[in-house]
């Protein structure tokens, strides 16, 4: 089991920085037709993804081809079927802590701040303590986001949240901006 843990963690890494030349590529690149710009990011996400849906039919199970599938969902923008993917994969690997962040991502996205909250809430609580590390950024970025939820609602447990958030990344200037805020 601990083998498809590293290999999944290693496939979410290998995700996000297909995605990343995706995008680039989604916003350089167009057709010819007066009349209609698709991008070519848009147009193999099509099939990208019913190729991924055609696996995951074959068997429900393949989480290499969940965070695929959801990563694809994601290039396209698709936040609705993005979120619902990362669910069936945080049920197959509840310890996996990158499908909840990308849930948190995917709700946030969709303007479902509630549940982004929930989402990033999930993902701090997860995060093991020999991962804390490798998840420095990420984890700043949920506890800012948590803090910025509460500010208002709850001004003591946002204090708490953004001085985790500088914590794990001092750089963060809205952070760093929220915690003078609160602090004021």
């Known amino acids: 089991m601990k083998m498809t843990k590293i290999n999944i963690k290693n496939l979410f890494v290998g995700l996000i920085l297909v995605g990343s030349a995706g995008f680039a590529n989604a916003q350089t690149t167009q057709t010819d037709s007066a009349n209609t710009t698709v991008t070519t990011a848009q147009a193999g996400s099509n099939s990208t993804i ?77 995060v093991k303590p020999e991962e804390v590390e490798q998840n420095k950024k990420n984890l700043a970025y949920a506890y800012f986001y948590v803090a910025f939820a509460e500010q208002q609602s709850d001004p003591a447990k946002a204090k708490e949240h953004i001085a985790k958030s500088i914590q794990y990344d001092p750089t963060n200037q809205d952070a760093v901006k929220l915690s003078k805020t609160l602090n004021s």
């Open 50 to 126: 019913d190729g991924l849906k055609k696996q995951i039919e074959a068997n429900p199970k393949d989480t290499e081809a969940l965070a695929k599938l959801a990563a694809a969902y994601q290039d396209a923008s698709d936040w609705t079927n993005a979120i619902d993917t990362w669910k069936k994969i945080s049920a197959l690997l509840p310890d996996w802590t990158p499908s909840y962040y990308s849930q948190a991502y995917a709700y946030q996205s969709a303007k479902d701040d509630a549940n982004a909250k929930l989402s990033y809430e999930k993902y701090i609580a997860t």
